[in-house]
Nanobody
Framework: QVQLVESGGGLVQPGGSLRLSCAAS??????????IRWYREAAGKQRELVAE???????NFASSVKGRVTISRDNTKNTVYLQMNSLKPEDTAVYYC?????????WGQGTQVTVSS
């Protein structure tokens, strides 16, 4: 079983930065094998994939955030980070962490990111 807890959201001005964290309760031996994904869901819109990082550290990003967002993992802390720079109002959403393990999709509770002046 995997439990995910997001943190780091908040209110930021356009052009600002935030770092989101996704802490997993899985054992280290399991965590390091997980593909971790960040999704976001804006009001009235479908949940969309923002970024993902594989067990080996390969990354993929949505075109809407490419060049502004990085994703990294620290397997010693069972944590994945989403660094978001040059934030725009359209980045406003609830950001969710996701992991797929043994055929089960696990989600965190989400963290709100609001980009506004």
């Amino acid at each position: 079983q995997v439990q995910l807890v997001e943190s780091g959201g908040g209110l930021v001005q356009p052009g600002g930065s935030l770092r989101l964290s996704c802490a997993a309760s899985a054992s280290g031996s399991i965590f390091r094998l997980l593909v971790i994904r960040w999704y976001r869901e804006a009001a009235g819109k479908q949940r969309e994939l923002v970024a993902e990082i594989s067990a080996g550290g390969s990354t993929n990003f949505a075109s809407s955030v490419k060049g502004r967002v990085t994703i990294s993992r620290d397997n010693t802390k069972n944590t994945v980070y989403l660094q978001m720079n040059s934030l725009k109002p359209e980045d406003t959403a609830v950001y969710y962490c996701n992991a797929l393990s043994m055929g089960i999709n696990y989600w965190g509770q989400g963290t709100q990111v609001t980009v506004s002046s």
